[in-house]
């Protein structure tokens, strides 16, 4: 969540007063969009200057496939190209009764609204995604330690691994986190968490293995008192 409120905020900050500036007066009235004057705007991107979004209610422009501009809003409808290159469509403002006029103050005073507001609404579901993707996470390294458990000869089961998944992996969650926060660049980090998840994982199995020996030799040394 952090992340990608960070990356809109950037992309906000980095784009947006470029773009609004050469954004036209919007007016949505009776579920169709017009500009004023009444004619193609086209919006470069700052980093790049190539066409980014075309405003068109002209009918100059009906697709994208006659621009390399990624993003096309006609009068009601709305085009964008995916990363894959096909273009996706939907229709727009037929819902919109009210008439509605976008203009710079507009622009920027909805956008502010959308930086303030982004964590919040994604906060839930980043959540439960999380939780999702641990729960899968502490199954998958479990079996891993199947192997680990082999590897010092004992044998644990695999509700006991879970147990030691579950307390392996906090350590790279935490310096995931860490990364994160501090906006750090290294390579391979993604394995650098993995190994440090399986290091501690090894240590708990081989611990968790010595203490079930001990166990089994102490009963059976009772047993042989008796």
């Not at 905020?9 to 007066?25: C, K, Q, R, S």
Request: aromatic residues 12%.
């Amino acid at each position: 969540t952090m992340s990608l409120s960070s990356r809109f905020d950037t992309w906000v900050d980095e784009h947006l007063p470029g773009i609004i500036e050469e954004a036209p007066e919007l007016t949505i009235e009776n579920g169709r969009l017009s500009t004023n004057p009444r004619r193609p705007f086209i919006i470069d991107e700052p980093s790049s200057g190539r066409p980014y979004i075309i405003i068109d209610v002209s009918g100059q422009y009906t697709s994208l496939e006659e621009t390399e501009a990624s993003i096309l809003v006609l009068e009601d409808s709305f085009l964008w190209r995916q990363d894959d290159g096909l273009v996706q469509e939907v229709p727009i403002f037929r819902d919109v009764e009210d008439t509605i006029v976008f203009n710079e103050d507009t622009l920027y005073q909805l956008f502010d609204f959308f930086k303030s507001s982004l964590p919040v609404f994604l906060y839930p579901t980043a959540v439960l995604l999380a939780l999702v993707y641990r729960l899968v996470q502490i199954c998958i390294y479990a079996g891993i330690g199947i192997f680990f458990a082999q590897y010092v000869n004992t044998h644990l089961p695999y509700e006991t691994l879970l147990r030691l998944t579950a307390i392996s992996i906090p350590p790279a969650v935490i310096l995931d986190t860490l990364h994160i926060i501090l906006d750090a660049n290294m390579p391979y980090w993604w394995f650098i968490c993995f190994m440090v998840s399986m290091g501690y994982l090894y240590f708990a199995v081989k611990v968790n293995g010595l203490a079930e020996t001990e166990a089994q030799v102490a009963a059976t040394d009772q047993e042989l008192q008796q």
